[in-house]
């Protein structure tokens, strides 16, 4: 069946492909265990045609950050799933774990600056949208509107069209598989390139203690600030608070985590920019630094390390 849509264009070209992400060391059991077998579906990711293994993408992400760090480069690196896909297409369904829009006129009003960030992080960082079988189905057209019930998830497809239809465009060298950045930043070279840096945490709720409990786990100790951020609707009104948000972080900050939800394009993305370091969008790999997994609903795929 042809298509005309961005994603399909992509394979069909043979820049990209499908490919199970594995990663040594790395154990999904428990995940999968606690979600039940359908998550393996996401094992599945989409890879560069220059990209042989999970292993050579996550050397890569090293790679591009441990050179930030040294020749102070920006490099923002911002995952995206469900509730970006959501919040592009302008519906509601991206408030989820947090609220992130009043109504639907904020997202409208706040789509410009989400879409020059896009347009930023293109050209300087790492993409890492969340692209399985899963939800790059096609819904085919039904003449019968019962049939319509039987869904097909494309939710990744569209937001890719999205991107392409704003001249966003996915390359070897901005993307990087959604999986591959919460493995990198549960791994022990993250923990250990850290050690003795500048480390600023931009989230809504800090435990230090959590946070160095971590990093000592790995024989490893960074230098820890905080940055309080609002744990809702960054989203939609970080235009506001922008300002304020970038003067407390330390001069001297090395690297940003950051946990903000689907605002956290537009925060990794200005950091970077203002300070010239790495700004990780962390998610649920913050929470597990933070003492606070229950905050995700559950263990995540590609956060667990063997013998950790």
């Not at 923002?76 to 009043?102: K, T």
């Not at 039904?142 to 097909?152: E, G, N, P």
């Not at 009104?237 to 690297?255: C, F, K, M, T």
Request: aromatic fraction near 12%.
């Amino acid at each position: 069946m042809k298509t005309d849509s961005y994603f399909h264009r992509l394979l069909g070209g043979g820049n990209f492909r499908f490919d199970k992400l594995i990663i040594e060391g790395i154990d999904n059991e428990a995940v999968i265990k606690f979600h039940g077998p359908d998550i393996i579906k996401q094992e599945t990711c989409l890879f560069h045609r220059d990209i042989s293994s999970g292993n050579q993408y996550l050397d890569l992400l090293h790679s591009k950050v441990k050179t930030s760090l040294e020749e102070k480069k920006a490099l923002p690196v911002v995952r995206f799933a469900d509730g970006e896909y959501a919040f592009y297409r302008y519906s509601l369904e991206c408030n989820g774990l947090y609220q992130q829009a009043m109504n639907v006129a904020e997202i409208k009003k706040a789509m410009p600056s989400h879409i020059e960030a896009l347009k930023r992080i293109a050209s300087t960082g790492k993409i890492a949208p969340l692209i399985f079988p899963g939800n790059a189905q096609n819904k085919k057209q039904a003449l019968f509107s019962f049939l319509l019930r039987l869904k097909k998830d494309d939710t990744s497809i569209r937001f890719l069209d999205f991107m392409a239809a704003n001249g966003i465009h996915l390359t070897g060298e901005n993307y990087i598989p959604f999986y591959v950045v919460y493995a990198y930043l549960a791994s022990e070279n993250f923990a250990h390139l850290l050690d003795g840096k500048s480390l600023c945490i931009i989230n809504s709720d800090f435990h230090e203690d959590s946070f160095r409990k971590w990093f000592e786990a790995f024989s490893t100790c960074p230098q820890l600030s905080h940055v309080a951020i609002p744990d809702s609707y960054v989203a939609t009104r970080w235009d506001v608070i922008r300002d304020n948000i970038l003067s407390r972080i330390p001069e001297d900050a090395e690297l940003c985590l950051v946990g903000a939800g689907i605002g956290a394009l537009q925060v990794c993305v200005d950091i970077a920019a203002q300070f010239s370091i790495p700004a990780i969008d962390a998610g649920h790999v913050m929470n597990m630094m933070n003492g606070l997994v229950d905050k995700s609903k559950g263990p995540r795929l590609y956060t667990i390390w063997k013998g950790r």
